[in-house]
């Protein structure tokens, strides 16, 4: 049909309604010069989180709070 346009619908199933996210991630990340930087992150339900980053063998870690948002179509943060 001439002039007809699809739309895109989207599954109503994303990351944010999908998986169980809140909670903390722990890691190492690689660093230039020094043996690593060590983070944790906490996401909470309500939208805020927790960071923490420590540059190994440099001395005391980095925190930071704050809030987040999700895309609109809830697949990331």
Request: hydrophobic share 25%.
């Amino acid at each position: 049909m001439v002039g007809k346009q699809d739309s895109i619908s989207y599954d109503e199933h994303n990351t944010k309604n999908s998986v169980d996210w809140a909670g903390t991630y722990e890691g190492t990340l690689p660093c230039a010069d020094c043996t690593g930087i060590h983070v944790i992150l906490t996401l909470n339900m309500d939208g805020t989180y927790e960071k923490s980053e420590e540059y190994l063998e440099k001395g005391k870690p980095f925190k930071e709070t704050g809030t987040f948002t999700w895309t609109p179509d809830g697949g990331s943060i």
